[in-house]
């Protein structure tokens, strides 16, 4: 009788051995796949985040300029900011902010602002209107991987600055520009138009 009869109903050793090296192929084989398939719902998620947080932090810059108000402020030492106070990595502006709530039932005034600073796009409120030495805004980041960054200013022509010389700080530029890119995205761009109240006075 040769070594490669079976006496009974087992399998040989031979046999063990090939069905083990198959099911290990097979199992590499679905573990490489189940593996992909992980990376790229991870890469998904991600690439979803990001967009998701891209249109919220564009909507919400939308709201700010679009409710832009002709009303200027005072700095902490007491000197005169306009409404809109544009630079070229940062904006500040007075805006109406609605009311809601306990705190706030009526429409009131506020201070925001957005700069662009260490790759990210950061929105900025200040507590008060008109500051005292001291008064800091609250910082909140908005968007990560942000270079690139730059504001331009609308009226009459363009301008990396607002106010221009010789315009009055109750003047709203006519629209305000914002260019950037983002990791992952590409190059951005968004103009945003502002409320017609240059005629608007000082409360």
Request: aromatic share 6%; glycine share 10%; net charge neutral.
């Amino acid at each position: 009788m040769t070594a490669s009869c079976r006496t009974g109903s087992g399998f040989s050793l031979l046999e063990v051995l090939v069905a083990l090296a198959i099911f290990a192929v097979v199992a590499a084989l679905a573990w490489g796949g189940l593996d992909t398939l992980a990376r790229s719902r991870h890469a998904l998620d991600g690439e979803r985040e990001r967009l998701s947080a891209l249109q919220l932090t564009i909507a919400q810059l939308e709201r700010d300029l679009r409710q832009a108000v002709a009303r200027p402020v005072r700095d902490g030492i007491g000197a005169e900011l306009p409404a809109v106070l544009g630079q070229e990595r940062a904006i500040e502006v007075t805006r109406l902010a609605p009311g809601g709530g306990w705190q706030t039932p009526l429409p009131a005034l506020e201070r925001v602002g957005w700069r662009c600073s260490d790759g990210e796009l950061q929105r900025l409120r200040w507590p008060v209107l008109d500051r005292v030495a001291g008064t800091l805004p609250e910082s909140e980041t908005r968007l990560r991987g942000v270079s690139d960054c730059q504001w331009r200013y609308f009226d009459r022509g363009v301008s990396p600055v607002w106010p221009p010389r010789s315009t009055v700080a109750e003047r709203l530029p006519r629209a305000v520009e914002l260019r950037f890119n983002l990791e992952g995205v590409g190059a951005l761009r968004r103009l945003i138009e502002l409320p017609d109240n240059r005629d608007i006075g000082t409360p």
